[in-house]
C-alpha cells in the first residue's frame, strides 16, 4: 500500500520556536507539496518541489521554507513559529507536476503554536 | 471551488439513501477535476476524477457530474453508508496556463443510522 507519511500527528511549539514538519513518500514520486488546511478556507498551497534540491513558492510561503535533500522526503520549516500559523499540515506527493493524477496525502500534523 | 466562508456546508442523509454533493468551481480553463473524502483525523483520500472532455463519470457507488457551462461538479454516492460520513470536497485543475490546482472548501457529510 502506497503511502505517504508524516512523522508527527500533533505538535504543540512555542512562539518564535523554529518547527520541522517532515513528509516521507514510497511512491518514488518527484512531486512533492506542502499544504495548510484551516476551516471554511480550503487547501491552500505553502511550498512544492518538483525534483531533489528544487523548490517553488506556493500561495502562502511567507514564514516558511523547504527542504528536499532526497527525493522520498520534503521537510516544512516555520523559521520563527507564530500563532497565526497554528493548523492541521497536509503533506502530499503526486507523479504529475501540475496534479493531472490527483495527490495522495499523509495523514497531515495538527500543529498548535502558544 | 469556491471558499464557503468559516462553516462547511452539511449534508445530512439516512442509511441507504443517495447523497448528491455538489461543487461550484471557479476557473473556465480547468479541464481536470478530482473528489477527495476527508475522514475526521486522516487525510484526504482520492474518490474519482473526471477531464473536461467528459461530463459522467462511474466508479464503485460513486458517479462524478461535470457541467462545464456553468461550472458545477456534483459527486453522487449511492445507498449512503455510515462509512461515508466524512468531509467531500472538491479540486479543479488547469493544465494549461501553468500549474494550479484549486481546492473547494468542502461539504460535510453527515449519515443517520
Known amino acids: 500500500d502506497v503511502k505517504v507519511t508524516q512523522s508527527s500527528r500533533y505538535l504543540v511549539k512555542r512562539t518564535g520556536e523554529k518547527v520541522f514538519l517532515e513528509c516521507v513518500q514510497d511512491?518514488?514520486?518527484?512531486?512533492m507539496f506542502w499544504y495548510r488546511q484551516d476551516p471554511g478556507l480550503g487547501l491552500r498551497l505553502i511550498y512544492f518541489?518538483?525534483?531533489?534540491?528544487?523548490?517553488e513558492k506556493g500561495d502562502i510561503p511567507e514564514g516558511y521554507s523547504v527542504s528536499r535533500e532526497k527525493k522520498e522526503r520534503f521537510s516544512l520549516i516555520l523559521e520563527s513559529a507564530s500563532t497565526n500559523q497554528t493548523s492541521m499540515y497536509l503533506c502530499?506527493?503526486?507523479?504529475?507536476?501540475?496534479?493531472?493524477?490527483?495527490?495522495?496525502f499523509g495523514s497531515g500534523t495538527r500543529l498548535t503554536v502558544v | 471551488g469556491e471558499s464557503v466562508g468559516l462553516h462547511l456546508p452539511t449534508l445530512s442523509v439516512q442509511e441507504g439513501d443517495n447523497s448528491i454533493i455538489n461543487c461550484a468551481y471557479s476557473?473556465?480553463?480547468?479541464?481536470?477535476f478530482i473528489w477527495y473524502k476527508q475522514e475526521s483525523g486522516k487525510g484526504p483520500q482520492f474518490i474519482i476524477d473526471?477531464?473536461?472532455?467528459?461530463d459522467k463519470r462511474q466508479g464503485q457507488r460513486v458517479t462524478v457530474l461535470l457541467n462545464k457551462t456553468v461550472k458545477h461538479l456534483s459527486l453522487q454516492i449511492a445507498a449512503t453508508q455510515p462509512g461515508d460520513s466524512a468531509v467531500y470536497f472538491c479540486?479543479?485543475?488547469?493544465?494549461?496556463?501553468?500549474?494550479?490546482?484549486?481546492f473547494g472548501a468542502g461539504t460535510r457529510l453527515f449519515v443517520k443510522a
Open positions: 473526471i477531464r473536461s472532455n467528459m
Open positions: 502530499a506527493s503526486s507523479l504529475s507536476r501540475v496534479g493531472s493524477y490527483g495527490y495522495t
Open positions: 479540486a479543479e485543475n488547469a493544465q494549461t496556463g501553468g500549474f494550479k490546482t484549486i
Open positions: 511512491m518514488d514520486h518527484e512531486n
Open positions: 476557473n473556465s480553463a480547468s479541464d481536470y
Open positions: 518541489s518538483y525534483d531533489v534540491k528544487m523548490k
